[in-house]
């Protein structure tokens, strides 16, 4: 019985410490697994996701270079389409225009912006916009050399008369420095309404609803017509 009892306690403890020897070569294992680990890991760190260092400034990535347009949407800023491009863009929507008018109307807005700082990119989409791309369909005609509805404050409300092209688009454009500037004009001035301006009230396109027109959506129409301009 004895020996029974011996042989039994034996066993046990036999496989008591090769449980225990299992445990340990486990736990070894592991062990040498997390120390190489450490040891290999700068190899498989990504680049740009290195820890930051003390002191040390991280500078951001640059930006990745977009050909989508960008146009300003700031009055008071340089205007960037040249008359090519203006005038195929005012085609696109009335295909009746006459090319050559066209070209002589356009070069006079980038003179006259260019000579009061406007920009001109905004001054040309706000004639589009206000003349029907110059099919005059409103109380506004196309014989008053009115492109931009100065004085037509209603339906039925003719607005002002200018002399020439030249002096309805200086009014224009002046209008605009009006509510977009503080300084003085550079050119005679044309605009009988300027004196009435609240100056310097007016920063971007968006501004002009609610002052230039009553449209809510004033500005909102500007901006995409000024896209439509800078799209290839």
């Known amino acids: 019985m004895n020996s029974f009892l011996g042989k039994r306690r034996e066993k046990e403890r036999i496989s008591s410490n090769i449980v225990r020897l299992i445990n340990a070569r486990y736990m070894l ?21 290195e820890p930051e260092e003390k002191g040390k400034t991280i500078r951001p990535a640059d930006p990745v270079p977009s050909n989508k347009p960008n146009p300003s949407i700031f009055i008071m800023d340089k205007g960037e389409k040249p008359v090519p491009r203006m005038i195929h863009f ?7 225009l006459d090319t050559a008018y066209l070209s002589k109307l356009l070069r006079t807005y980038i003179s006259e912006c260019k000579m009061e700082g406007v ?17 005059f369909n409103g109380s506004v005609s196309k014989f008053q050399n009115n492109f931009c509805g100065l004085g037509a404050t209603d ?14 688009v200086r009014a224009h454009i002046q209008h605009l420095k009006a509510y977009a500037s ?40 500007l901006e995409l017509l000024l896209r439509k301009l800078y799209e290839k």
């Not at 294992?29 to 996701?49: A, D, E, Q, W, Y």
């Not at 005012?90 to 009746?96: A, G, K």
């Not at 004196?195 to 230039?212: A, E, P, S």
């Open 90 to 96: 005012m085609l696109q929507f009335n295909q009746s």
């Open 119 to 135: 920009n001109h990119d905004i001054a040309v989409c706000q004639m589009c916009l206000e003349t029907g791309f110059l099919r």
């Open 155 to 168: 339906a039925y409300s003719a607005g002002d008369w200018f002399g020439s092209m030249e002096e309805g």
């Open 29 to 49: 294992h592991r062990i040498h697994f997390i120390i190489l680990l450490l040891i290999l890991s700068p190899l498989f760190t990504h680049p740009g996701n």
């Open 182 to 221: 503080t300084d003085p004009l550079q050119t005679e001035p044309v605009d009988k309404r300027f004196r009435h301006v609240h100056r310097g009230t007016v920063f971007t396109l968006y501004d002009l609803t609610g002052r230039w027109a009553t449209d809510p959506k004033y500005g909102e129409k």
